[in-house]
């Protein structure tokens, strides 16, 4: 059974940094296809970054190029979500997904509806 749980989330500043880790368990975690999404209070979830199988490619959404980087440890099984010069408009539950792609995937992942696991969660408090 394949699980993920997050970690890292708290409370900050608005430009200050936090590293969010999600961490996969039960299935070989280079297999899946990495998101991280990010839900507000009254609004939808969405994209914040994805990266493909081997790490090579990812994908941003507009507010988070520049500040945020999505990397991954296959050796650690995990994906990692550095945010920098946080704003109070980053406040959030922040949550990864993995995507058990195929061999042939070569891009990043971009729709949520794609995924296969979701984690539980974890908040990030930006405050002004």
């Known amino acids: 059974q394949v699980q993920l749980v997050e970690s890292g989330g708290g409370l900050v500043q608005a430009g200050g940094s936090l590293r969010l880790s999600c961490a996969l368990s039960?299935?070989?975690?280079?297999?899946?296809?990495m998101g991280w999404f990010r839900q507000a209070p009254g609004k939808e979830r969405a994209l914040v970054a994805a990266?493909?199988?081997?790490?090579?490619?990812?994908a941003y959404a507009d507010s988070a190029k520049g500040r945020f980087t999505i990397s991954r440890d296959n050796a650690k099984n995990t994906v990692y979500l550095q945010m920098n010069s946080l704003k109070p408009e980053d406040t959030a539950v922040y949550y990864c997904?993995?995507?058990?792609?195929?061999?042939?995937?070569?891009?990043?992942?971009?729709?949520?509806?794609?995924?296969?696991?979701w984690g539980q969660g974890t908040q990030v408090t930006v405050s002004s």
């Open positions: 997904a993995a995507d058990l792609s195929g061999p042939f995937l070569t891009v990043p992942v971009l729709q949520q509806q794609e995924y296969d696991y």
């Open positions: 039960g299935h070989t975690f280079s297999s899946f296809a």
């Open positions: 990266i493909t199988r081997g790490g090579g490619k990812t």
